[in-house]
T-cell receptor, first 116, second 121 residues
Framework: QQPVQSPQAVILREGEDAVINCSSSKALYSVHWYRQKHGEAPVFLMILLKGGEQKGHEKISASFNEKKQQSSLYLTASQLSYSGTYFCGTSEVPNAGGTSYGKLTFGQGTILTVHP | KAGVTQTPRYLIKTRGQQVTLSCSPISGHRSVSWYQQTPGQGLQFLFEYFSETQRNKGNFPGRFSGRQFSNSRSEMNVSTLELGDSALYLC????????????????????FGAGSRLTVL
């Protein structure tokens, strides 16, 4: 079952902030955030591991609430280059063989548009 | 450092044909995962290979298969193509240890290739 992202779309003016949420019904080991621009490959932004937080960019941060299995991506002082579709990808707690790391279950995506 | 390379970038096939897509991971990356991206279903996991062995498989029919070579390069094959197979097929590589332990620095971060866009007519 894929994680649920909200909102589905966001429209901002340059300099405004945005929050994108990702919620899962499963026990998560990690949450990944990617941004994909039209016609391009998804690009890694950030990873949050169970028990920790890892920041990928200066103006983009994220949190991971393990109790609620929810993650939020915070984009501050948005720039035109932030426009794109943001995906959260989740991995579940690995099994004994540790074989779940290459498998991410992605949310449906949040379309972010930043206007001048 | 070269990124993930996928070939071909675009291809058109007809129903019933088969197709083979290739992926060369980042040097040093031993894990290769494949994803299908469509407007309706989004990004869906196909399978993951590590050390020439399939480690994970998504919910796709047996027409979808893959393999990994000793140099970590991977191929995926779709046989008996259907119209619904039209999609962007993305390959992603990651640095994964034999024990699957997640290392600091985001070792299990996926780096995606530009994709192979398949159109089935």
């Amino acid at each position: 079952q894929q994680p649920v992202q909200s909102p589905q779309a966001v429209i901002l003016r340059e300099g405004e902030d945005a929050v994108i949420n990702c919620s899962s019904s499963k026990a998560l080991y990690s949450v990944h955030w990617y941004r994909q621009k039209h016609g391009e490959a998804p690009v890694f932004l950030m990873i949050l591991l169970k028990g920790g937080e890892q920041k990928g960019h200066e103006k983009i941060s994220a949190s991971f609430n393990e109790k609620k299995q929810q993650s939020s991506l915070y984009l501050t002082a948005s720039q035109l280059s932030y426009s794109g579709t943001y995906f959260c990808g989740t991995s579940e707690v690995p099994n004994a063989g540790g074989t779940s790391y290459g498998k991410l279950t992605f949310g449906q995506g949040t379309i972010l548009t930043v206007h001048p | 450092k070269a990124g993930v390379t996928q070939t071909p970038r675009y291809l058109i096939k007809t129903r019933g044909q088969q197709v083979t897509l290739s992926c060369s991971p980042i040097s040093g990356h031993r894990s290769v995962s494949w994803y299908q991206q469509t407007p309706g279903q989004g990004l869906q996991f196909l399978f993951e290979y590590f050390s020439e062995t399939q480690r994970n498989k998504g919910n796709f029919p047996g027409r979808f298969s893959g393999r990994q070579f000793s140099n970590s390069r991977s191929e995926m094959n779709v046989s008996t193509l259907e119209l619904g197979d039209s999609a962007l097929y993305l390959c992603a590589s990651s640095y994964r240890t034999a024990g699957g332990v997640v290392q600091t620095g985001g070792a299990n971060v996926l780096t995606f290739g530009a994709g192979s866009r398949l159109t089935v007519l």
